[in-house]
């Protein structure tokens, strides 16, 4: 609150005031109400409000006395920083728990200029099972799951840890919950198997299995792993190859496509052509990651500028702030970025000097 008799009707109930002459300071008193714990606002040993602290710099002082947390620094700051404090206590209303990475996601979000609010993007429940609750991370994400929800085929593409497929794994898992479709079929190409199973031993369930392993992990994430066997066995849940899907139309499904930046543009006609009636399909992949041989070229790439303009499909892009894993996660994904574009021009200048050098041999 202010030095003022203006209050705020927000569960935070800011008032604000200057502390100086020319009005480049301010501060801001934010009251904390009774029925919500401090230490669920600032953390374990305060390692929230420490967050928030290395987050918006030296020129912002945060003193907290009770109930009480005074906020004193230049105008703008201390508005964000009331902000988020008003999502901090919405956040908790609706029962999110606060990590210090949830406070930097909502500060970025506040400093963005899409006018996000943290507590509507960080609430959506995407599916409650085993104890825990999968929600979107970032407004991206949000965006994601949203589009899931308005569209038929949906692609999500982004670097590796922007939550693409497992956001989509809770999505099929929730809509088969909710009878929206009688099975969920999680598919994936297989290139390092190439066309060639038959020459590596075992059974084709132990030569495929390494290929599909990572959406197992998903879905043991989200299913009771006891009924998943039998789920499976009924047909209700179908995890296979993407050489499987040919000459299959695929009704009542929620269809999942991983790791699509390994299709070939024919391969990916093809899938996306087993759609059948009352289905819903999720595309997602990471056109930085292509590892078909020979440089062919990605069916990702491709069928952007293919579907541009057809009614009920749509591309969502994520990208290193959407990354929910390590930290160090995102700075990867980064300077490969910037790797990647710092190359541009000497691939060109490479191509140009090879164009010349076949035109002087002529």
């Known amino acids: 609150m202010v030095e003022s008799t203006h209050t705020r009707s927000t569960p935070a109930s800011p008032r604000t005031g200057r502390d100086d002459q020319d009005g480049s300071r301010s501060q801001i008193k934010i009251v904390v109400p009774d029925d919500h714990s401090m230490v669920s606002l600032l953390g374990s040993r305060d390692e929230l409000l420490h967050a928030i602290e290395g987050a918006v710099g030296d020129d912002l002082d945060i003193h907290v006395r009770g109930n009480e947390i005074t906020v004193t620094g230049p105008e703008a700051e201390t508005d964000l920083v ?42 959506l429940d995407v599916l409650s099972s085993r104890g825990r609750t999968i929600r979107p991370k970032t407004l991206n994400q949000r965006r994601y799951v949203d589009a899931i929800d308005k569209h038929t085929i949906v692609f999500g593409i ?57 959406l197992y992990d998903a879905l043991h994430d989200m299913v009771d ?65 292509v590892d078909l041989p020979n440089g062919q ?40 970025n910037r790797y990647d574009e710092s190359r541009v021009p000497q691939i060109k200048q490479g191509a140009a000097g090879r164009d010349g050098s076949r035109k002087r041999r002529r």
């Open 82 to 123: 009331s902000r988020l404090f008003t999502e901090m206590l919405e956040l908790l209303k609706g029962g999110t728990q606060l990590t210090p990475d949830a406070v930097e996601r909502s500060l970025a979000m506040l400093r963005g200029e899409t006018g996000a609010r943290p507590a509507e993007v960080l609430t």
């Open 297 to 336: 070229l990605s069916g990702l790439r491709v069928v952007q500028d293919i579907l541009d303009g057809v009614q009920d499909i749509h591309f969502c892009r994520l990208d290193s702030r959407d990354v929910v894993r390590h930290r160090l996660v995102t700075d990867i994904v980064d300077a490969y």
């Open 225 to 289: 792993p006891d009924s998943i066997p039998r789920l499976m066995a009924a047909g209700t849940i179908e995890v296979a190859p993407l050489a499987y899907m040919r000459g299959r139309t695929l009704n009542d499904s929620f269809i999942i496509l991983d790791e699509a930046q390994n299709t070939s543009p024919e391969q990916m006609k093809m899938f996306l052509t087993r759609l059948g009636f009352g289905s819903k399909v999720v595309v997602t992949g990471d056109v930085t990651q």
């Open 158 to 214: 982004g670097p590796a840890g922007t939550g693409k497929t497992y956001l989509a794994m809770a999505k099929a898992v929730r809509a088969l919950q909710d009878k929206q479709v009688n099975r969920i079929i999680l598919t994936r190409p297989a290139v390092e198997a190439g066309e060639r199973l038959g020459f590596l031993p075992g059974t084709l369930y132990e030569k495929i299995d390494p290929y599909l392993r990572p």
